[in-house]
């Protein structure tokens, strides 16, 4: 699986956008973009996942660039249950593990 | 909507002794695993299962540690004789099938293992 990088921290004011970039440059061409959350020591709570194109759920927007070398995932009105450790991570679909890095600590302030 | 659950929540126990953490997977998911976290460090992968057998284990998961689907439902990791270094948050984690985008690993909310 394709090695993944974010930016160590973020903040958010609530009610804004929130947007956590992910770099994966060395992503293959069967590996999807997965985001996952970790809100204090909860179990990580799957968000949204993509393979070239766009997407977006109840929960988020992920924009994959055309080249899938990065990914924007878009909490578009953060609150403050939104405050957690965002998981970027580049998953084969054949792949049995999810390897986890140390993601990104989104802070939303009031 | 379906979820993964674990029990207990919270386990205490003594250094040498033997815990087994529970999981409920989601029903009609095929592929199960184990993840742990020690407190303030990443989350980890242990184990994962299909089919009745290991499909993949990592370094950690030495001769200590073992999973069993002992019925339809259940999921359990037993830890045989524990250490201090095994007081972490153990995660279950469970997903359909693999291939396309349903291969999504759902996880439960954690047991919080406590060695003393």
């Known amino acids: 699986d394709a090695k993944t990088t974010q930016p160590p921290s973020m903040d958010c004011a609530e009610g804004r956008a929130a947007n956590l970039p992910c770099n994966h440059s060395?992503?293959?061409?069967?590996?999807?973009v997965y985001w996952y959350r970790q809100i204090h020591s909860q179990g990580p709570q799957y968000i949204i996942h993509g393979l070239k194109n766009n997407e977006t759920n109840e929960m988020a927007s992920l924009i994959i660039t055309e080249d899938r070398k990065s990914s924007t995932l878009i909490l578009p009105h953060a609150t403050l249950r939104d405050t957690a450790v965002y998981y970027c991570?580049?998953?084969?679909?054949?792949?049995?593990?999810?390897?986890f890095g140390a993601g990104t600590r989104l802070f939303v302030k009031a | 909507e379906p979820e993964v659950t674990q029990t207990p929540s919270h386990q205490v126990t003594q250094m040498g002794q033997e815990v087994i953490l529970r999981c409920v997977p989601i029903?009609?998911?095929?592929?199960f695993y184990w993840y742990r976290q020690i407190l303030g460090q990443k989350v980890e992968f242990l184990v994962s299962f299909y089919n009745n057998e290991i499909s993949e284990k990592s370094e950690i998961f030495d001769d200590q540690f073992s999973v069993e689907r002992p019925d339809g439902s259940n999921f359990t990791l037993k830890i045989r004789s524990t250490k201090l270094e095994d007081s972490a948050m153990y995660f279950c984690?469970?997903?359909?099938?693999?291939?396309?985008?349903?291969?999504?690993?759902?996880f439960g909310p954690g047991t919080r293992l406590t060695v003393l």
């Open positions: 984690a469970s997903k359909k099938l693999a291939g396309a985008s349903t291969d999504t690993q759902y």
């Open positions: 060395t992503i293959s061409g069967n590996e999807y």
């Open positions: 029903s009609n998911h095929l592929y």
């Open positions: 991570i580049a998953l084969n679909t054949g792949g049995f593990k999810t390897i």
